[in-house]
């Protein structure tokens, strides 16, 4: 069974190459660098970049961009089935180019940044350089954007950003942020707000506090409550025009979704080997848990949920290729993301029950697990919105029934169907 899945041979060896480097060199790492985004950490200085040496002379560097981005232009199919592989460490994308937020980032300066800002910024970012914040978020509203009101007016050539951001992922170390702040305050709700580049060392920006996810100690807190008092940018930092940021953060948030899905099959497999590992290791009444068929049963639910969530991802990833539009598939999308959290927890939750007391243990990853399905179904948008909006999109293309009775009913279903075959029925009752 495994998880086969054919591609083409070429690709194939990329893969295996991948495979066996993430297994012997990356995946230690994961045991030695909680934060691989953290520029700083002497540590990291040592380990990370050898690896990433390892990647550009493979030629694998970055394979989410485009060609004139210095990328492979791999299509989403191919990176759905290397990112697979990714997900089974957190230093690995760190590794390869394509963490997020920096890769969605990447995305917005590509695609909306003057030649300027994409020499100062994008370049130095693909390159691994430096690392990047996305500040959208506020105290007071998260899911719903209308509520932001971090403010930014243009003062002669100059914007000036007032407010405060929260859950701004790896602020900390970033060089920039991408910032959303109202300046059409009296435009129509999605036509508000605007998008900005601000160079993290610009004067007036305090991070109040460095806030840490359940279960992580406070000091690795790694998502900044971000002030910004009087903030100064030239007024070419703005990306895509007056009231588009909705639309530059909705092109941003398409490729990032996606890629945290694949990566994702990637982790719950990691659960499941060491799920089946343990059921035929552990004996309990003289046979190993692996016999019982309750256990059993927890295998056989993860696997098919795990072939089920990594065959959505895959036909998403070709239909993305397919359309190369990501309004077209954002529906898809949103079925991906919803479905995300609810795989990793479950997953990793039998996990951790097969393993028992050490399941349940700080000596195993299963706790983490289930807690970071929790974030997963927040960040990027709560798994709510995301229903919704799929459910929004399926509804559309079906009609209300158009008589009294539902077009299943099976009464006129069967006088439809008499109607339509009456002479034959005749000829039928005629013969017998
Ligand atoms: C690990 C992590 C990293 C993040 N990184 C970033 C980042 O880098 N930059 C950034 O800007 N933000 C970031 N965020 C914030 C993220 O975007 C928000 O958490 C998300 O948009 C939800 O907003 P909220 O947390 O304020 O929840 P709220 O909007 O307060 O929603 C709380 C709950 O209410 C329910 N709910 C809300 N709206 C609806 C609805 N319409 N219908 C039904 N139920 C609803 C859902 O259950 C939801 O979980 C991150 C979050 C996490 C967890």
Same mark, same amino acid.
């Given at each position: 069974?495994?998880?086969?899945?054919?591609? !083409?041979?070429?690709?194939?060896?990329?893969?295996?190459?991948?495979?066996?480097?993430?297994?012997?060199?990356?995946?230690?790492?994961?045991?030695?660098?909680?934060?691989?985004?953290?520029?700083?950490?002497?540590?990291?200085?040592? &380990? =990370?970049?050898?690896?990433?040496?390892?990647?550009?002379?493979?030629?694998?560097?970055?394979?989410?961009?485009?060609?004139?981005?210095?990328?492979?232009?791999?299509?989403?199919?191919?990176?759905?089935?290397?990112?697979? %592989?990714? /997900?089974?460490?957190?230093?690995?994308?760190?590794?390869?180019?394509?963490?997020?937020?920096?890769?969605?980032?990447?995305?917005?300066?590509?695609?909306?940044?003057?030649?300027?800002?994409?020499?100062?910024?994008?370049?130095?970012?693909?390159? /691994?350089? %430096?690392?990047?914040?996305?500040?959208?978020? @506020?105290?007071?509203?998260?899911?719903?954007?209308?509520?932001?009101?971090?403010?930014?007016?243009?003062?002669?050539? @100059?914007?000036?950003?007032?407010? *405060?951001?929260?859950?701004?992922?790896?602020?900390?170390?970033?060089?920039?942020?991408?910032?959303? #702040?109202?300046?059409?305050? !009296?435009?129509?709700?999605?036509?508000?707000?605007?998008?900005?580049?601000?160079?993290?060392?610009?004067?007036?920006?305090? %991070?109040?506090?460095?806030?840490?996810?359940?279960?992580?100690?406070?000091?690795?807190?790694?998502?900044?409550?971000?002030?910004?008092?009087?903030?100064?940018?030239?007024?070419?930092?703005?990306?895509?025009?007056?009231?588009?940021?909705?639309?530059?953060?909705?092109?941003?948030?398409?490729?990032?979704?996606?890629?945290?899905?694949?990566?994702?099959?990637?982790?719950?497999?990691?659960?499941? #080997?060491?799920?089946?590992?343990?059921?035929?290791?552990?004996?309990?009444?003289?046979?190993?848990?692996?016999?019982?068929?309750?256990?059993?049963?927890? =295998?056989?639910?993860?696997?098919?949920? %795990? *072939?089920?969530?990594?065959? &959505?991802?895959?036909?998403?990833?070709?239909?993305?290729?397919?359309?190369?539009?990501?309004?077209?598939?954002?529906?898809?999308?949103?079925?991906?993301?919803?479905?995300?959290?609810?795989?990793?927890?479950?997953?990793?939750?039998?996990?951790?029950?097969?393993? /028992?007391?050490?399941?349940?243990?700080? *000596?195993?990853?299963?706790?983490?697990?289930?807690?970071?399905?929790?974030?997963?179904?927040?960040?990027?948008?709560?798994?709510?919105?995301?229903?919704?909006?799929?459910?929004?999109?399926?509804?559309?293309?079906?009609?209300?029934?158009?008589?009294?009775?539902?077009?299943?009913?099976?009464?006129?279903?069967?006088? #439809?169907?008499? *109607?339509?075959?009456?002479?034959?029925?005749?000829?039928?009752?005629?013969? /017998?």
């Amino acid at each position: 069974m495994g998880w086969d899945f054919e591609t !083409d041979p070429d690709f194939q060896a990329e893969l295996d190459w991948i495979d066996w480097f993430v297994r012997a060199e990356v995946q230690p790492v994961d045991m030695l660098v909680s934060n691989a985004r953290d520029v700083r950490d002497p540590l990291r200085a040592e &380990l =990370i970049p050898p690896l990433q040496a390892k990647v550009r002379e493979r030629g694998l560097w970055a394979c989410h961009l485009g060609p004139e981005l210095g990328g492979l232009g791999y299509g989403q199919l191919r990176l759905a089935l290397m990112n697979e %592989i990714l /997900g089974r460490s957190h230093t690995a994308p760190v590794v390869f180019g394509c963490q997020s937020p920096d890769s969605g980032n990447a995305e917005i300066l590509a695609r909306f940044g003057t030649d300027v800002l994409r020499k100062r910024y994008l370049e130095p970012l693909v390159d /691994g350089r %430096i690392v990047s914040a996305f500040s959208m978020t @506020e105290p007071q509203g998260g899911s719903d954007p209308t509520q932001f009101v971090t403010r930014a007016e243009l003062h002669g050539d @100059e914007w000036v950003i007032n407010g *405060e951001k929260w859950f701004s992922s790896h602020a900390r170390y970033a060089s920039f942020l991408i910032v959303l #702040a109202v300046t059409e305050p !009296d435009a129509g709700p999605h036509r508000r707000q605007s998008m900005f580049v601000v160079p993290a060392d610009t004067p007036g920006i305090t %991070i109040v506090r460095n806030v840490a996810v359940a279960g992580q100690d406070a000091e690795s807190g790694a998502h900044a409550y971000i002030r910004y008092e009087d903030v100064r940018v030239p007024a070419d930092h703005l990306l895509g025009g007056r009231g588009q940021g909705f639309a530059v953060a909705q092109t941003r948030l398409g490729g990032g979704r996606i890629h945290h899905a694949m990566r994702t099959v990637g982790l719950v497999r990691e659960a499941f #080997a060491m799920m089946c590992e343990r059921a035929l290791s552990r004996v309990t009444k003289g046979e190993p848990l692996a016999r019982k068929q309750l256990v059993q049963a927890m =295998i056989a639910d993860s696997w098919i949920e %795990i *072939e089920q969530f990594r065959l &959505l991802v895959l036909r998403t990833a070709w239909r993305i290729d397919r359309y190369n539009d990501y309004e077209r598939v954002r529906a898809d999308i949103s079925a991906v993301k919803a479905a995300m959290p609810k795989v990793l927890h479950d997953v990793a939750a039998r996990a951790l029950q097969i393993h /028992g007391s050490l399941g349940v243990s700080n *000596e195993m990853p299963f706790g983490a697990w289930v807690l970071e399905s929790f974030q997963m179904g927040l960040a990027d948008g709560a798994t709510e919105i995301h229903k919704t909006n799929l459910a929004r999109s399926l509804l559309a293309e079906y009609q209300p029934a158009a008589g009294l009775f539902p077009s299943g009913h099976l009464p006129a279903r069967r006088a #439809a169907a008499r *109607e339509q075959f009456a002479a034959r029925i005749e000829r039928a009752v005629h013969a /017998g």
